[in-house]
């Protein structure tokens, strides 16, 4: 229980530093005339996961201490978003620059994370959940804290706020137990500084198809990052931050009941119900457009516990059972390259383009209920498809370095 509290800490922090800014900063831009480099803001984390995978390859898995490596990463990201609203004053690219490299900080610390929890508990389908709710719970207390203790949606103290918590974390991480890199003291090779080895999963048919449905289902995903507080803002919302929360409560809720829908659900049919909330979601925003149906936005909103907890936690914990203790590290990193880097970025590039399609007018007007359906649409496809297509087995091959050959049929 001594070392679950531990990592639960670890957990809150590491999720307020993300929360504190990433639902608001698009409210931020429009408000400082930024509006049209939102997609942009949503774009340099996606492609700072994609190069993390190979830095958890080099230092993580081989020559530093997870702990450490998290402390010089959270103090470098916090100096970062301190820089922000000053370089802001130059333009929206200036701000853009101090979000990447803020970014290419943080972004490898949501596998090492992930990897110091798994290396210190025993039983993950039950432990694992109830240290990452207080992620969940970081989130929304930082949501809370910029939105609606100091009014921050649409000003600079959503980046000072995110800095301050970066420090603190930073300290805080090298208190947590140590957790030396699995790999200290083998041979560098090129395959395995750059992953290489966590791609022998993909021989599993079933992992494959996880990673690409993966991939192609968080290309929707981006629209609700970047552009649902900005409709909820539309609609009449006010304390937007406070208001997106709610679906943060809500995966605290399912958080804490995954162990018995793992029980009851298995793998395969977590996911899938994951994928049809975001359906769900999608559809309700799209419907809401015409009479600015708060309602139905609300409960969109609310969905997003089933949508993360039963796709993103699930996923996290299905790659951790197929994989060796030795590429743990870089099994996640991939998971959040696919994920947090190639899916969403290329998805908040897509629907960037999709506002630019729908807005027109001056002052500019947004069809929202057009914009909304293309989601719907595309994570409906790809919900279709990956219920066809993944079959797991069990868990025949885990921890054993060699992925069993899984039948398409």
């Not at 996961?49 to 959270?74: C, K, N």
């Not at 790809?382 to 087995?393: K, P």
């Amino acid at each position: 229980m001594y070392i679950r509290t531990r990592l639960s800490v670890m957990m809150f922090l590491q999720f307020f530093i993300w929360g504190a800014w990433y639902v608001t900063v698009g409210n931020y831009m429009k408000a400082h005339d930024m509006f049209g480099q939102v997609s942009w803001a949503y774009t340099v984390g996606p492609i700072a996961a994609i190069i993390s995978p190979f830095f958890l390859g080099i230092v993580a898995d081989r020559f530093f201490a997870t702990e450490r490596v998290l402390a010089s990463m959270h103090l470098l990201g916090a100096v970062a978003m301190f820089a922000a609203p000053f370089v802001a004053e130059s333009g929206p690219w200036f701000l853009i620059g101090a979000l990447f490299i803020h970014m290419l900080a943080y972004m490898p610390t949501l596998g090492l994370t992930n990897t110091l929890a798994f290396h210190n508990i025993e039983n993950q389908e039950e432990d694992f959940p109830f240290i990452r709710v207080f992620g969940t719970i970081g989130w929304i207390a930082a949501n809370w804290v910029v939105s609606k203790w100091l009014n921050g949606d649409e000003t600079a103290v959503q980046f000072y706020v995110t800095g301050i918590a970066g420090v603190i974390l930073a300290v805080y991480s090298i208190t947590l137990p140590h957790t030396p890199p699995p790999a200290a003291g083998k041979k560098a090779l090129l395959r395995e500084i750059l992953g290489v080895d966590a791609l022998r999963l993909l021989r599993e048919w079933s992992f494959t198809v996880f990673i690409v449905g993966s991939f192609l289902i968080c290309i929707p995903l981006a629209a609700y990052f970047a552009y649902a507080p900005v409709y909820a803002g539309k609609v009449g919302f006010k304390d937007i931050a406070f208001v997106m929360s709610s679906g943060q409560i809500s995966e605290i809720v399912f958080m804490l009941l995954m162990p018995w829908f793992f029980r009851r659900l298995g793998v395969k049919w977590m996911l899938i119900v994951g994928m049809l909330a975001w359906v769900v979601r999608y559809g309700l925003f799209a419907a809401a457009d015409d009479d600015n149906i708060r309602w139905m936005i609300f409960l969109g909103i609310l969905l997003h516990g089933i949508c993360y907890d039963f796709f993103f936690v699930t996923g996290f914990i299905y790659t951790d059972k197929k994989c060796t203790k030795e590429i743990r590290g870089q099994a996640q990193g991939l998971l959040v390259l696919v994920t947090q880097g190639l899916g969403l970025g290329i998805g908040a590039q897509i629907v960037g383009r999709l506002v630019a399609t729908y807005t027109h007018g001056e002052p500019p007007v947004t069809d929202w209920g057009s914009f909304w359906l293309v989601p719907t649409i595309m994570a409906g496809v790809v919900m279709l498809v990956f219920a066809a297509l993944f079959h797991d087995r069990g868990d025949s091959s885990e921890k054993t370095g060699t992925p069993t050959e899984d039948s398409p049929s």
